[in-house]
């Protein structure tokens, strides 16, 4: 079985492919990938329709700086070509993700790719 590390490696070549079911597929069916600055997203087939949305929405390219591996975990430190960085932590059981969480910087990304930024609310007085 690939080690957690081979298996972000081929994760990253996914999605580089812009290949949201090749993606879903190294997902376990339960997964949770939480991107910190959205919703958490679970299970395998929420996964694959982020992805494709994501991949619909903006041409994005994960450029490895690091990849670190301790027991079940992996962690993906990332660029893109545009300059935006960030990090991705992946634990993985059995040759699946059963979890992700990442970390970047998402106003950076919408504004780079022109696409709509939420409004904020205030709290009422």
Known sequence: ???????VKQWVAAFNKGDAELL????HSDA?????ANE??????AIYQMFREEFANAEMEC????IFQDGEWAILEWKDPIGLR???????????????????DK?????????PIPSTKSPSN
């Open 63 to 66: 450029i490895v700086d690091n």
């Open 107 to 115: 106003l950076s990304f919408l504004q780079a790719h022109n696409l």
């Open 40 to 45: 958490p997203v679970v299970g395998r087939q």
């Open 1 to 7: 079985m690939a080690s957690p590390k081979e298996i």
């Open 32 to 36: 949770v990938n939480h991107q910190v």
């Open 86 to 104: 960030g990090c991705g932590f992946f634990h993985i059981q059995n040759g699946l993700i059963v979890m992700q969480r990442g970390y970047w």
């Open 24 to 27: 879903s597929s190294f997902y």
